[in-house]
């Protein structure tokens, strides 16, 4: 009888992993392809693309709703132009900027709505409701309600805002500056900026820690991540990234043990020790802002050329990043730190999303 009743446990066990396991490969991600005006989608399962669609003008930032039931991305009429270079630019065709809305059942595009001047990135916010999107060429943050498409506010921050990151833990959220070097802690219900962080270095992304204790922001120029006390807003520290590094996506495992950054032009992934970064930062090194060390840096895991959008799969095992001068997407396998593949995609990959089915 012991035999019989440890059998059925042991199948029932069986049932279950083979069930979770399952679970976690029933996802699809999302692609962003700038240069090409698309959206290719891959299976979680096979990491084949299984459907590619037009949806507009230069697609960058890609979200899905927390239930998965809407996709959307941020469209641009604006030319793609270097950093800071205005000489002979071509006019911007403001009638293809928006908020574009994917049906994720169909794979197209069901609708698009204005949401500002040059959206670039967004996030969604904590209860799901709005999105909250930088608008490049007017520094500003709009929120927008992901019920009606309609406007629900819009922040005056600084010039060329780009990453938006929502707090989990109190739903604050914080809009990167590239221009200036800054990040704005943003109250979304009050609609209002409540404070300003200094970071330099050209900050692209900010992405937290599930506590909500911690902001973590890639700084392209400055080659190095500024950690963020997203309680007080105030900065810590900085990780400084091997010579190279051009520090752009950033993402967090659900249990916040580790940091993923993709690094750009350096063509790697970055894997960051966050509970060493605690233990490195000290008084001395955060009041003169100095780094926390690299030995925090626990693996720099090569992958496609330009690497810019970065998400994890809903198991946390995988991660996929978007690299926008190889045309494809890397697929990495975490516990290994190696690349598994690469997946051809559209031309200029810049976002990249994981949906649950």
């Not at 992304?205 to 400055?222: H, I, K, T």
């Not at 330009?306 to 809903?314: E, H, K, T, V, Y």
């Amino acid at each position: 009888m012991k035999f019989k009743l440890s059998a059925i446990n042991c199948t029932a066990a069986i049932s279950l992993a083979l069930a979770v396991c399952a679970e976690a490969q029933n996802y699809v991600v999302y692609v962003s392809n700038e240069r090409s005006g698309d959206v290719s989608v891959i299976d979680g399962a096979t990491d084949a693309v299984v459907a590619t669609f037009k949806v507009g003008k230069r697609p960058r930032g890609v979200h899905a709703t927390p239930d998965g039931q809407r996709v959307f991305v941020t469209l641009s009429g604006s030319p793609r132009m270097a950093p800071g270079v205005d000489e002979n630019r071509a006019p911007a065709d403001k009638s293809a900027d928006g908020l574009g809305v994917i049906d994720p059942v169909a794979h197209k595009l069901i609708d698009r709505w204005h949401v500002g001047s040059d959206p670039e990135q967004f996030a969604i916010s904590k209860d799901g409701r709005f999105a909250i999107i930088a608008n490049e060429d007017d520094s500003t943050a709009s929120i927008v309600d992901l019920g009606s498409g309609q406007s629900h506010g819009k922040i005056k921050v600084s010039e060329e805002p780009e990453g938006v990151g929502v707090n989990p833990r109190n739903g604050e959220v914080y809009v990167t500056c590239e221009e200036k070097g800054e990040v704005f802690a943003i109250d979304p219900d009050a609609q209002r900026v409540i404070a300003k962080i200094d970071t330099g270095g050209r900050p692209r992304s900010v992405a937290f820690l599930p506590d909500g204790s911690r902001a973590y922001v890639a700084c392209e120029n400055g080659g190095y991540i500024a950690v963020i006390d997203a309680r007080s807003h105030k900065s810590l520290s900085k990780i400084q990234l091997p010579t190279g590094s051009l520090p752009m996506g950033t993402a967090v495992s659900e249990d916040g043990k580790e940091l993923y950054v993709s690094t750009g032009r350096g063509n790697t992934v970055a894997v960051i020790d966050t509970k060493k970064v605690e233990a490195q930062r000290s008084p001395l090194l955060s009041a003169r802002g100095e780094g926390a060390g690299e030995e925090s840096i626990v693996a720099m895991i090569p992958v496609g050329n330009r690497a810019w959008g970065i998400a994890l799969d809903p198991s946390g095992s995988k991660l996929y990043t978007a690299n926008g001068a190889s045309n494809d997407v890397s697929v990495v396998d975490l516990k290994s730190r190696k690349e598994l593949r690469r997946i051809k995609v559209g031309d200029g990959p810049w976002g990249i999303a994981t949906v649950s089915k």
